[in-house]
């Protein structure tokens, strides 16, 4: 039987590789490293973290990278076993030593029998005869690959910088303050002219805003981030906020064709206009506030806008050096490319974020292509389950903006924002009313409960055989 070719033994593509060679069929793994390494990277070993060694939460039950680390758990992952076995005490983190995590990766590869591990840069696309591939090359996937997946998505189509502006989740959203209206009530071509959510600003709360803005610590670019030209169109808020005291309010935070109902006749000075991120509508980006802020800056700062007083984030902002595909509209719900589909992607790449969201699309590629090998139909995880919500969010969920091309899909942590909405309990078991913030928790316990028995039924039904 032809083996199944992985590109990447990193996070994703190591379990990805796992996931193939554990389901019964060979798999050869291409990592370019020693032989070239990226500049994040410093080992020879599979499965390298480049920077923190934290796995993030490992609550299951209340918070959506913790169930992650559950179901991937259950469906056997690889990254997870490794993790669990060389983890460090972190509180309610999992933290995980580097060094040993990856060796127990690198080791369990090696040893296993249907697994060759290759050592070379994959130079441009696979050849031909790879009839099976997961690309799986990450945030610095080589030049000589990239170029080469550009060719073939279209330029536009394979960015090489996030730009991620924060994302809230709808319900933290102050309505009292807040309205409904696209500038001059245009509808366009999905619209009904009440598309953004605006968020009105006085002149006084304008200009603390900008004070705080400017005052605010900001992160600043890698060496070798810097040297990679800086796409125009995409000036993180602080550097507009830098420029006048009103650029802001002529750029994204333009006050013009909208009017207040909540403040009949009175004109804001400045407005925050959140727009619909997602299919299923529980999450709002910001628009047009992409930033280098500090991640612990930033939550502070943006609650001064009225309207956003208690906002959560699903999301924070950044501006990174990343490398990934416009992936809604190149992937099919398998994550193969529609123009190649010998061709499938997994991992950061595919417009995910994080080391373990990473592995799980690695975990869900490697079983897919595994389905297809056997001919067998591969039928993606439930909607509701963190698999299912964050394979959404990469071929599906998302929704374009106008004219912003490819940019308006921008990689995503998991998070419940992404989880189609459940009604919070109204009461606890023993019938008592829940409260205030308890509410917040108890609904996250049950979309974590309806996720793990949604994953347990999709593990355990029977492989089907794909029709002729
Ligand atoms: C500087 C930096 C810091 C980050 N810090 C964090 C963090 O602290 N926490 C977190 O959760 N996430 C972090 N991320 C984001 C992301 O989670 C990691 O990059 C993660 O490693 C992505 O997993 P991956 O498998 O997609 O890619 P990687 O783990 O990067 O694996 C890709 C592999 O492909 C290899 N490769 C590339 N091109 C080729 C080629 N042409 N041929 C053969 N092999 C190739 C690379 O050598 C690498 O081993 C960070 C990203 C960057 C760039």
């Known amino acids: 039987m032809q083996p199944i070719h992985i590109v990447g033994g990193g996070l994703a593509g190591s379990e990805a590789a796992w996931q193939v060679a554990q389901a019964g069929l060979p798999v050869v793994l291409h990592e370019m490293r020693p032989l070239r390494q990226t500049e994040a990277h410093k080992t020879d070993g599979l499965a390298e973290l480049v920077c923190s060694n934290s796995f993030r939460s490992d609550d299951a039950a209340t918070n959506a990278v913790g169930l992650l680390h559950e179901e991937m758990r259950r469906a056997g992952s690889l990254i997870m076993a490794a993790g669990d076995a060389h983890k460090l005490p972190a509180g309610g983190a999992l933290a995980v030593d580097r060094d040993r995590f990856s060796a127990e990766v690198t080791r369990r590869l090696g040893e296993h029998p249907r697994v060759a591990i290759e050592r070379g840069e994959v130079a441009g696309l696979p050849p031909a005869e790879w009839d099976s591939v997961i690309i799986a090359t990450g945030p610095l996937t080589s030049p000589a690959l990239s170029a080469a997946i550009q060719r073939l998505t279209g330029e536009a189509e394979l960015a090489f910088f996030d730009a991620i502006a924060p994302i809230v989740h709808l319900d933290s959203i102050d ?81 013009v064709g909208l009017s207040n109902p909540h403040r009949h006749g009175e004109r804001p000075h400045a407005v925050v206009q959140l727009r ?96 297809e090998r056997t001919r067998a139909v591969w039928t993606p995880p439930p909607p509701t389950t963190a698999f299912g919500a964050l394979l959404a969010h990469i071929t599906g969920g998302h929704l374009a903006a106008e004219g912003e091309g490819a940019r308006s899909f921008q990689p995503m942590n998991v998070n419940f924002g992404l989880f189609p909405p459940l009604e919070a309990p109204s009461h606890d078991a023993a019938g008592h009313r829940i409260k205030g913030k308890e509410r917040g928790a108890a609904k996250k316990r049950a979309l974590s409960l309806r996720a793990l028995a949604d994953l347990d039924r999709w593990l355990a039904a029977p492989a089907r055989a794909a029709a002729e």
């Open 175 to 255: 309505p009292a303050i807040t309205w409904r209206q696209s500038r001059y009530d245009k509808a366009g071509p999905a619209g009904t002219g009440a598309d953004y959510i605006n968020c009105p600003m006085t002149r006084g709360e304008y200009e603390a805003f900008l004070d705080a803005l400017l005052a605010a610590e900001k992160t600043s670019f890698k060496d070798w981030e810097a040297s990679t030209p800086y796409f125009d169109g995409c000036l993180p808020i602080e550097v507009m906020a830098e420029r006048g005291r009103d650029t802001l309010r002529f750029g994204p935070m333009k006050p």
């Open 276 to 371: 619909q991120d997602n299919a299923l509508g529980t999450l709002w980006n910001m628009v047009g506030f992409q930033t280098k802020l500090r991640h612990g800056e930033q939550a502070s700062i943006f609650r001064m806008i009225p309207g956003l007083q208690n906002a959560e984030f699903a999301r924070l902002g950044g501006l990174h050096r990343n490398t990934f595909l416009n992936s809604p509209k190149l992937l099919d719900g398998e994550l193969r490319l529609r123009a190649e589909p010998r061709l499938r992607f997994a991992g950061q790449i595919t417009g995910c974020e994080g080391y373990v969201e990473s592995a799980a699309i690695g975990l869900l590629a490697g079983r897919a292509a595994a389905a």
